[in-house]
């Protein structure tokens, strides 16, 4: 079964970088810098306060609503500061900073779950929210919140492998090292879901991981079935990717529990496997380090709040002519000015590029040739959104439903006249939210 999406690009994935290099452990830092927003919804409120010492998996972050995670120590040590610490997101966020005292005191939390009655869907969703699970390929959405919400609504589980973006290797290292893993976490989701079948979709361009899974999947009868998809960005967006593997689509402004979906990814399925097996929280993840402007590619396992310099320097640090280092990969990552930010949840990769792969030009000019429409996989009208972005003409830009942008960035790959189209259409989306604010206070 495999379907097809409208648009979409064929970048150069740049994978050969980072593909053979095996996931390294790399050592906690002295300090790490946690920041209470590690996921998408209420941020939590610091659980400890200076001079606590906490634990490794001890909880020091929660909040009561229900889109949100809780927040965990990712290394043992004294809490030196509780103060707002620069963010990844670009802005300045509650964290707590502990002191790394090196000895990986476990919390007394942190056991296995095993012996649980996992078939109880509330005890499984109250085990994967207290574990601080959410989406670990980049979207932070609370695990605990789409498994509620979609049990009983949803019959296809789709294992989100695609990992289509250039560059990015951790999810396929995750699943060449560890697919037994891997496959134990979606059979705990298939049984908290009560179905019996799920989807592993993979691109074709990772056969060897494929082969792995596969031997081990043809021993077994777990209902998991490998989709292999052909590679094209964006397949691993949610919408995409059901349209793919099912042929179905989701509504615009619709999500995937509408069409019966629930769509979750490889390091998500492995979280939450370690979660239930050993107790261990989200304290740490798979960040692929590569790009041309990086010395020596890597993927390392590095603990949730590890500044990103310590990940450049284990990766060689940088090659001459750095132009750009992003959160994430060159289409939908975000870049970064400040190199003491920290590895959050959602870091899959820092990805560094130099000054031969901008496309920056001093005079953006768009030719009309209408490419940034035939690629956006949302059948949206890039070149207007940008036009009336310019021009702060809110209702057009709601007219040609600048909300349903995922900013993919296919179209800003393709545009020969180098317009930067996804800046403008987050530019675009900040306007209208404090319009949309600026209209409610003028009516309240
Ligand atoms: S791809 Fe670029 S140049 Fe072509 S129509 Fe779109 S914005 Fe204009
Ligand atoms: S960034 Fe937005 S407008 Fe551009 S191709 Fe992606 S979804 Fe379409």
């Known amino acids: 079964m495999s379907h097809s999406f409208f648009g979409g690009i064929h970048p150069d994935d740049g994978k050969a970088l980072s593909a053979n290099m095996a996931i390294e452990v790399l050592p906690a830092p002295k300090q790490v810098v946690i920041p209470m927003s590690l996921h998408i919804g209420a941020p939590c409120s610091p659980l400890v306060n200076k001079g606590d010492y906490v634990k490794l998996g001890q909880k020091i972050g929660d909040v009561g609503a229900p889109v949100s995670a809780p ?28 002191e790394n005292d090196g000895l990986d005191t476990l919390d007394e939390s942190v056991v296995s779950h095993l012996s649980e009655n996992l078939s109880d869907s509330s005890v499984f969703v109250k085990l994967v929210r207290e574990a601080g699970i959410v989406g670990m390929g980049g979207a ?7 498994i509620s919400t979609g049990i ?7 294992i989100n ?3 289509c973006e250039p560059y990015i290797t951790s999810d396929y290292r995750t699943l060449l090292e560890k697919p037994e893993e891997v496959i134990s976490g979606i059979k705990l989701l298939m049984n908290a879901f009560g179905l019996s079948r799920a989807y592993l979709a993979v691109e ?8 792995v899974l596969q031997d081990i999947l043809s021993k077994q009868n777990s209902g998991i079935e ?32 509408d ?11 492995w979280s939450v496997n370690r979660a239930i097996t050993e107790g261990m929280p989200a304290i740490d993840r798979v960040v692929t380090v590569s790009g041309p402007g990086i010395a020596s590619p890597k993927n390392l396992r590095a603990r949730i709040g590890t500044p990103i310099e310590y990940l450049i320097e284990a990766a060689g640090g940088f090659k001459p002519n750095v132009n750009k280092v992003l959160m994430g990969g060159p289409m939908m990552g975000n870049a970064q000015y400040d190199m003491s930010v920290p590895v959050i949840k959602g870091t899959n990769a820092i990805t560094v590029l130099t000054t031969k792969e901008s496309r920056d030009v001093e005079n953006p000019t768009c030719i009309r040739c209408g490419k940034c429409i035939s690629v956006c996989p949302m059948h949206l009208m890039p070149i207007y959104m940008y036009m009336y ?10 007219k040609y439903n600048l909300l349903d942008c995922m900013e993919c960035g296919s179209c800003t790959y393709i545009c020969p006249g180098r317009l930067n189209l996804v800046q403008s259409f987050r530019t675009g989306k900040a306007k209208l939210a404090n319009e949309r604010a600026k209209q409610q206070a003028a009516k309240a």
């Not at 932070?140 to 789409?146: E, L, N, R, S, V």
């Not at 074709?204 to 082969?211: E, P």
């Not at 919408?239 to 989701?250: A, E």
Request: a positive charge; hydrophobic letters at 40%; proline letters at 8%.
């Open 71 to 98: 927040i965990h120590a990712s290394v043992s040590g004294t809490v030196v500061a509780v103060e707002p610490r620069p963010h990844p997101n670009g802005t300045n966020v509650m964290s707590i900073v502990i």
């Open 259 to 269: 069409v019966g979906c629930v769509v979750i990814n490889t390091y998500t399925a």
């Open 140 to 146: 932070t959405f609370p695990t605990h919140f789409k």
């Open 389 to 398: 972005e310019r021009r702060n003409d809110f209702e057009a830009l709601n």
């Open 152 to 158: 009983g609504k949803v019959d296809t589980i789709i």
């Open 226 to 257: 490998i989709i292999v998809m052909k590679a094209r960005y964006p397949q691993g967006s949610e919408k995409q990717l059901i349209q793919t593997v099912t042929g179905r689509q989701v509504p615009p402004g619709g999500l995937p529990a």
């Open 204 to 211: 074709a361009n990772k056969m060897d991981a494929i082969k």
């Open 161 to 163: 492998a695609a990992e």
